[in-house]
């Protein structure tokens, strides 16, 4: 799925993750630098050894919430394109679970937006990993997504 | 002539280890008309005393987009119940 608008891409995949094409796709003649996130399976969780990973999503709305991520990108920051992908199922130790590049002119504004969509992805797109041990899986202990419209949390005073 | 049936059927999801505690991952269920999202899930724990223990950490969503839990149901909604997220 891409935005006319932007270019950007936001997908969930099942199949290995490849960085060098999301790369090459936010790369452009007009750009200065690309900052990207690649996140991968630790082999240990609370020091207890993982055995592998299972991901799963809320699909179409994780896809809404990316979306949405990209969008509040392009307002805070001067930047090019968007490549957010996450990969879903069984992850081995080592492979990317989630890789993120921003393009743009000048490379604090790639780092800042790079920084702030895996920040947010991981607060507010509905997906779940599900760990597991020698001696069984447990959920991942999750972050909460942002309160719902009905009870909006107080701005701090700028 | 029939009663008009004073109910609303909506579709309703679970994800993540709720997803484990209530068995199933998505039901389409007939539902009282004018009831809350807080009902459904009320309704649930009902059925699965277990689930009752969640509610303060779970997000609700209708039609995809997080949803307050007093929020009215309507025939052909999508609820679902979210765990805190765990993506990345």
Redesign the interface.
Same mark, same amino acid.
């Given at each position: 799925m891409t935005t006319a608008l932007y270019d950007d891409i936001f997908q969930l995949v099942r199949e290995p993750i490849d960085p060098h094409s999301l790369i090459d796709h936010v790369r452009a003649p007009e750009d200065g630098a690309i900052v990207t996130f690649d996140g991968f399976v630790r082999n240990q969780s609370h020091n207890r050894p993982t055995l592998y990973l299972e991901y799963e999503a809320y699909e179409p709305m994780a896809l809404t919430k990316m979306r949405g991520i990209a969008a509040a990108l392009h307002e805070k920051y001067p930047i090019h394109r968007v490549a957010i992908v996450h990969r879903l199922g069984r992850l081995e130790i080592g492979e990317t679970s989630v890789f993120i590049a921003v393009s743009a002119p000048h490379r604090a504004d790639a780092f800042d937006a790079c920084r702030f969509a895996i920040d947010t992805l991981k607060r507010a797109v509905p997906i779940w990993k599900k760990e597991h041990f020698e001696d069984g899986a447990v959920w991942a202990d999750g972050e909460l997504p942002p309160a719902p419209v009905a009870t909006p949390r107080a701005k701090p005073a700028s | 002539m029939a009663p008009v049936s004073q109910t609303v059927r909506v579709k309703v999801?679970f994800?993540?280890?709720l997803k /484990?505690v209530v068995g199933q991952s998505e039901e389409s269920l007939d539902f009282t008309a004018a009831s809350t999202i807080e009902q459904l899930f009320a309704l649930y724990s009902e059925r699965i005393p277990q689930l009752a223990k969640y509610r303060s950490?779970v997000? !609700? @969503?209708r039609n995809?987009?997080?949803?307050?839990? /007093? !929020?009215v149901l309507h025939s052909g909604d999508e609820v679902?119940f979210? $765990? $805190?997220? @765990? #993506? #990345?």
């Open positions: - | 999801l994800f993540g280890r /484990d950490s997000l !609700a @969503s995809q987009e997080f949803a307050a839990w /007093d !929020a679902a979210l $765990p $805190p997220v @765990s #993506g #990345g």
